[in-house]
């Protein structure tokens, strides 16, 4: 069952500029991983933020965890149009399963 | 490493029918997940394998099973076909614990008509 809700649930915005986006989440997690997807295609995986970790980062990619507001955000530093995409944030607890949340699509236009 | 691979790619079944969908995981891998993607309910956790057993299960209906083989490889059986069960069905491998990543295949995109 979907657990968190991405925010915004649709982006625009255009080469350059930076996009943000954010992840709620409703109970206790092992990690946060975030994936992409382009066009009902198959999920790469971008990142993984552990509970006990606050940020981390990864080329263009910044993620930060807040475990008290259950929430995670994902910074994209100078969109391509390439990063044309829907973004998922998954949250995973003590279990083996992936709880996603509806994902975010973004658009870069040049 | 080679990723995750999904046969086929594509299918077409009617109604009733019953359908198996194959997944390899990544080469060390020993668990397998399947997650089940559609436009009105998202990603949906099916199932979890590892080492040949089922760990885990999501909440859908006994129609849906799967199993997992020595070699890590993964199947996935739908018997009595809906219309709504037309989905793009994702494998995901992994390490096996919780604070490992999981990797995608391509997906194997199934409609029902």
């Known amino acids: 069952s979907q657990q968190g809700e991405e925010d915004p649930q649709a982006l625009s915005i255009q080469e350059g500029e930076n996009a943000t986006m954010n992840c709620s989440y409703k109970t206790s997690i092992n990690n946060l991983q975030w994936y992409r997807q382009n066009s009902g295609r198959g999920l790469v995986h971008l990142i993984l933020?552990?509970?006990?970790?606050r940020e981390k980062h990864s080329g263009r990619l910044r993620v930060t965890l807040d475990t008290s507001k259950k929430s995670s955000s994902l910074l994209i530093t100078a969109s391509r149009a390439a990063d044309t995409a829907s973004y998922f944030c998954?949250?995973?607890?003590?279990?083996?399963?992936?709880?996603f949340g509806k994902g975010t699509s973004l658009l870069v236009t040049p | 490493k080679a990723g995750v691979t999904q046969t086929p790619r594509y299918l077409i079944k009617t109604r009733g029918q019953q359908v198996t969908l194959s997944c390899s995981p990544i080469?060390?891998?020993?668990?397998v997940s399947w997650y089940q993607q559609t436009p009105g309910q998202g990603l949906q956790f099916l199932f979890e394998y590892f080492s040949e057993t089922q760990r885990n299960k999501g909440n859908f209906p006994g129609r849906f099973s799967g199993r997992q083989f020595s070699n890590s490889r993964s199947e996935m059986n739908v018997s009595t076909l809906e219309l709504g069960d037309s989905a793009l069905y994702l494998c995901a491998s992994s390490q096996g614990q919780p604070s490992y990543e999981q990797y995608f295949g391509p997906g194997t995109r199934l409609t029902v008509t």
């Open positions: 998954a949250s995973r607890g003590s279990g083996y399963a992936l709880n």
């Open positions: 933020i552990r509970s006990n970790e």
């Open positions: 080469s060390g891998h020993r668990s």
